[in-house]
């Protein structure tokens, strides 16, 4: 079994990986990993805690901030706002972060990601796709954000992705429905 498993995450990863190389560099999409309550914590590209976007194809427009050892480093709105972001990611409130603040926060209202549309709920069960704690939620979080960011890349059903991997991991049927509310605001018909 962990052989069959070792494969499908070397598999998906390196669809991914091909995937993404294709993005030149000009396309890369900026992005922001909103997080904490007002959405004013994030992680470099070399932190260890945005791994997910990186590995993703995302440009994380933090570059260069200070990592903290354990993430969620501070920054201010003014920061923010001048790095505009084409898309935020951020965790629910219900998991300790900020996905509808954002939305519906005037401070962030001049920010390119919110003002098109494009902050995304990171779906979150068992555990977050992007972060903590770090596992194998992560591989679904890589095909995920591709998806999301480079669908002209990586053009995959994330439904039919979310139920593979659920049987696969940890051995649960989810129905699409279950997938969908998992992918929450990404999801497109």
């Keep these: 079994r962990a052989e069959e498993l070792a494969s499908y995450c070397e598999q998906k990863f390196a669809e ?3 995937a993404v190389a294709q993005v030149e560099d000009d ?19 070399d932190s260890q805690h945005a791994l997910t976007f990186l590995l993703a194809g995302a440009d994380n427009v933090a570059k260069g901030i ?5 993430g969620q480093t501070p920054v201010n709105m003014e920061r923010v706002i001048q790095w505009n972001p084409e898309v935020i990611f951020a965790i ?26 494009r902050v995304y709920t ?9 972060d903590k ?16 960011l480079y669908p002209q890349y990586y053009d995959v059903d994330m439904v039919e992705v979310a139920k593979e991997f659920y049987q696969k991991m940890y051995w649960v049927d989810i129905t699409d ?3 969908k509310d998992l992918l929450g605001n990404s999801y497109t018909a």
């Excluded at 704690?133 to 999301?148: E, T």
Aim: net charge negative.
């Design 16 to 18: 991914v990986q091909a």
């Design 27 to 45: 396309e890369k999409i900026s992005v922001y990993y909103a997080e904490g309550p007002d959405g004013l914590y994030t992680d470099s590209e």
């Design 66 to 70: 200070d990592v903290i050892r354990y």
């Design 92 to 117: 629910d409130e219900d998991n300790g972060g900020c996905s509808e603040f954002i939305v519906q926060d005037s401070d962030w209202s001049e920010i390119q990601a919110v003002r098109d549309g």
């Design 122 to 130: 990171i779906p979150y069960a068992p555990f977050t796709w992007a």
């Design 133 to 148: 704690p770090p596992g194998v939620n992560r591989l679904i979080g890589i095909m995920w954000v591709a998806n999301v």
């Design 177 to 179: 429905e279950q997938a």
